[in-house]
């Protein structure tokens, strides 16, 4: 099993640009969450997903993020306009009934706004 | 206050030294409690987890949740250079929200 793939590991990108983060989740998992992680705030809830329907969004910092699931393999954070605020690691997790027996995160996409 | 605090250290121990990691929490309705290791530019990798209180051991590693106190325990044995990461604890309510709360780690340098 390849694990939870994200890509890119890195986006540098200038504000006001958009910027989409991928995620592919570990096959048969039905739930998907994107975290985001900070110095300052840790690890903290964006979204997440059961059986590729959006449960709880109420993480999403406000308009200018975005989150889909179009299919059971495969996921999108997008960020437009971004702007220097939004400079963190972005991680993708999955995991099968829930969080009961914790979730199964990927390498995280580092995101630079300048 | 914040759901669930932890010492974000950093923690400086010997080889072979016994290393103890703690969180508090304040949300009563939390269950379900794990710990969680993560390597420099790494995502999160389970480490332990446990259900309710009491204790779990898996090798080195030992997990106590004491709900009365609020506050949950890692104890690393025989700590190894290996052992050198930031761990983070997390929590779970009991139906409802498939949330993970989590605290914002403590980082470990284990040294030779």
């Known amino acids: 099993d390849a694990g939870v793939i994200q890509s890119p590991r890195h986006e540098v990108t200038e504000m006001g640009q958009e910027v989409t983060l991928r995620c592919k989740p570990i096959s048969g998992h039905d739930y998907l969450f994107w975290y985001r992680q900070t110095m300052m705030r840790g690890l903290e809830l964006l979204i997440y997903f059961n059986n590729n329907v959006p449960i709880d969004d109420s993480g999403m910092p406000e308009d200018r993020f975005s989150a889909k699931m179009p299919n059971a393999s495969f996921s999108t954070l997008k960020i437009q306009p971004s702007e220097p605020r939004d400079s963190a690691v972005y991680f993708c997790?999955?995991?099968?009934?829930?969080?009961?027996?914790?979730?199964?995160f990927g390498s995280g996409t580092r995101l630079t706004v300048v | 206050q914040k759901e669930v605090e932890q010492d974000p250290g950093p923690l400086s121990v010997p080889e072979g030294a016994i290393v103890s990691l703690n969180c508090t929490y304040s949300n009563s309705a939390f269950q379900y409690f794990m710990w969680y290791r993560q390597y420099s530019r790494k995502g999160p990798e389970l480490l332990m987890y446990t259900y309710s209180s009491g204790n779990k051991e898996d090798g080195r590693f030992t997990a106590q949740v004491d709900k009365s106190s609020k506050y949950i325990s890692l104890f690393i044995r025989d700590s190894q250079p290996s052992d050198s990461a930031t761990y983070l604890c997390a929590m779970k309510t009991q139906g409802g929200s498939e949330k993970l709360v989590f605290g914002k780690g403590t980082k470990l340098t284990v040294n030779p």
């Open positions: 997790a999955s995991s099968w009934q829930g969080g009961v027996y914790g979730y199964t």
